[in-house]
């Protein structure tokens, strides 16, 4: 972490033990209760649940990363917090006034349907018996393929280890902008993937995964190990379970990168694949980095969607639009104190969104302009919802 993020974890944890063991932090609560209608609906997001971070760490993404033991701990604390854990479906009766709700409302999700949610987070929810939805890149499901975003880190470390070599040299320029960004070590290498992946089209992140595997292999270890989806018998066991699904888009797209062709065939053809294979009515949808815009709104409407999730750490109103819900992303280190160790009083504060509520951060909106013109390519999306705070 660098100097300023060591100065702004200290303030936050400091910021945090001060408000919690003061009682201020339930006092937030209660004003952002009055503020959002009478309840609060919190929507968390995860993307992975690990047995080992610090081992994780070392190949994957470290955004999307959470252990067991602190999706554990999120879960007790949201429920020490006041919160009660409700399907999506319930608590958006509440939120349009279909029905009253006796406490706060937390609903779980998870983006992308890696498997290691599988492995283990499904055991901890059931264990305690919380529901949560699931939305998938449903023709990914059951495939051996690997999201572009894991795929570009993996070659980028790999790149990394053997330092610059002229035979980088005949890169198209974009990748060669990109690796020469990694290699000078100016920024880290997260971080470089995120600037690159918003900057390009699809066609330009294709040709620099394919570009990089030419020069780095061949070899056997160019497709991530890690990172790997559920199959769709994991589906239908946890569906059997009680457990909700919903659409990522087919191949987990940026819908607002795409003309309205694609966005159609991503919203219609991934809701109909999910049914067909997991037996069940899909009407919920989480947008690809969480961007959207009233085109692809309508989209859904058209489709029988009665829900999207948006990546907007904004409180949900009571009345609001379920087509802009708004989710707290997290990730391991969101509950890491200035000691770097697990600290609660952080993760508290950070739940109850004292932080925003005091006006210390600004949240990143994802409304953003559709692109129109008809085409028959897709864009291929950036990790979805990545915390704006991650120290990569």
Known sequence: MDR???VRRAMKSAAAGLLHHSGLRRALAA???HQSGGRRLLIVSYHRVVEDFTGELQRSIPGLLISQKTFRRHLEELSAAGYEFAPLGDALDVMAGRRTARKDLCVVTFDDGYR?????GYPVLKQMGVPAITYLPAALIGTHRRFNHDRLFHLLRRARSRGYQPLFDVLPAPAMELLETVLSGRTRLSAALDDFIGKYPSSTLTETLQALEERLGPGSDLLPEQGD???WDEVRRMVKDGFDFGAHTLGHVVL????LDVVEREVRESKALIEREAGITVRDFAYCNGWYSDDVIRVLVRNGFRSAVTTEDMPNLMGGDPFTLKRKVLWENFSVGLTGGYSRSLTVCQLDDCFGTLGMREPVHGRRPQQMAA?????????TGIPEEVSW
């Open 31 to 33: 004003y952002r209760r």
């Open 229 to 231: 989806l559920m199959d």
């Open 375 to 383: 085409s028959s390519s897709s864009n291929v999306a950036r990790p």
């Open 256 to 259: 607002t990168h795409e003309p």
């Open 4 to 6: 300023r993020g060591v």
């Open 116 to 120: 290691d949610v599988y492995r283990y």
